[in-house]
């Protein structure tokens, strides 16, 4: 497979995507592979409409001190830690099996979920315990540098008034601060993730190696084109990003349409309720309740149909940059180019026969 650059490598990746998705499109199938794309690529497209109107006006916040507030809120911290951690334990190993169900489909032009989730189990769980300590490494790390922020802004909220921060400027640095602080943390998980996923899941899917082994792999082909992995990881973080965007705004006037047309029901439901009538107020439950699943509904509907594609290009993108420097990979995306046809050698036409040559005479015997 030709070796293309990130930039080369973004209208073949759209292309087999549209072939991947849409040739031979059915709702189920799309849905499904939509749903595990945006999945094991973490997009989510969001889609935002009003059911409401309402206001309350939120409670005066009150001055505290880190100790107030851990003293307080302790118990409650603990309990969604224990409730929590089992849960995100079984969601990255879930997303882990999924990547590599996935990778099977992109590079085998599969529908199907389940050769891969089984012909991978032991590559996901290596990789599965290698992203269990990073994960943990990384949470240790974001709390000692959140713990600090968190105490600043305590400090700040207990010398506000009650129109806002009284300091401006330590306000602003405490934004930019902030800001800073996430982007250097979401730097650090998205690097070791992309790593990870792009280029260390193929190693280990195809070669069956350890992620030791599948590192020195990478790691050898990256510092042979520094320049070109480097561009490729400028583009590999900005072009998801804008096409979030546009998805975005495209999910903002989908759900601007969805709030029209639930508006009127829920003007009407809201003026029955208000007249204070039980049977009113039942009568609004069962329709209410109903148009709210419905409106969820729609909601994660939307969210697969156009987070999958984007989803599903990003891990193209991925495959067809890579498999360009590794064979393998790269014999998997384009066969064609593995044994490229080569038409038979022309007939030798055939010329006079040449008369049978004469036996040799045996020789004499020797003299005694």
């Not at 206001?55 to 003293?71: L, N």
């Not at 600043?152 to 601060?177: C, E, I, K, T, W």
């Amino acid at each position: 497979m030709t070796a293309l650059s990130a930039s080369q490598a973004i209208m073949p990746a759209i292309d087999r995507t549209r072939k991947f998705l849409f040739d031979r499109f059915r709702w189920l199938t799309f849905l499904k592979l939509s749903l595990v794309a945006a999945l094991t690529e973490g997009v989510s497209i969001r889609l935002r409409y009003t059911v409401g109107h309402a206001a309350h006006a939120a409670p005066a916040a009150s001055a505290s001190t880190p100790a107030d507030f851990f003293s307080h809120w302790l118990w409650l911290i603990g309990l969604l830690f224990v409730l929590g951690l089992p849960i995100a334990v079984f969601a990255l190993y879930l997303v882990t099996r999924l990547r590599f169900a996935f990778f099977y489909c992109l590079t085998r032009n599969s529908s199907e979920i389940r050769p891969g989730w089984a012909l991978y189990a032991q590559q996901s769980m290596r990789l599965f315990e290698v992203s269990l300590a990073i994960w943990a490494v990384f949470a240790l790390l974001a709390g000692s540098v959140l713990y600090p922020l968190f105490n600043h802004y305590l400090a700040l909220r207990a010398q506000s008034g009650p129109n806002g921060f009284n300091d401006f400027a330590a306000a602003l640095s405490f934004v930019f601060s902030s800001f800073f602080t996430f982007l250097f943390l979401y730097a650090i998980i998205w690097f070791a993730d992309t790593i990870l996923h792009d280029f260390l899941v193929p190693h280990m899917a195809l070669e069956n190696l350890s992620v030791v082994q599948a590192w020195e792999q990478f790691l050898s082909r990256a510092t042979s084109e520094p320049s070109v992995f480097t561009t490729y990881l400028g583009e590999r973080f900005i072009l998801p990003i804008i096409g979030f965007m546009a998805l975005s705004i495209v999910a903002a006037i989908l759900g601007a349409i969805l709030s029209a047309l639930v508006a009127v029901p829920l003007a009407s439901m809201e003026a029955v309720v208000r007249a204070g009538s039980l049977g009113g107020a039942i009568l609004a439950a069962l329709v209410l309740l109903p148009l709210a699943i419905l409106a969820v509904a729609v909601a994660i509907f939307v969210s697969i149909c156009l987070g999958g594609p984007l989803a599903t290009w990003i891990r193209n993108f991925a495959l067809i940059f890579y498999g360009g420097r590794y064979q393998a990979l790269g014999d998997l995306l384009n066969p064609a180019e593995t044994k490229p046809f080569q038409p038979p050698p022309p007939p030798v036409e055939a010329g006079p026969t040449p008369p049978p040559a004469e036996a040799d005479e045996p020789a004499p015997p020797a003299a005694i």
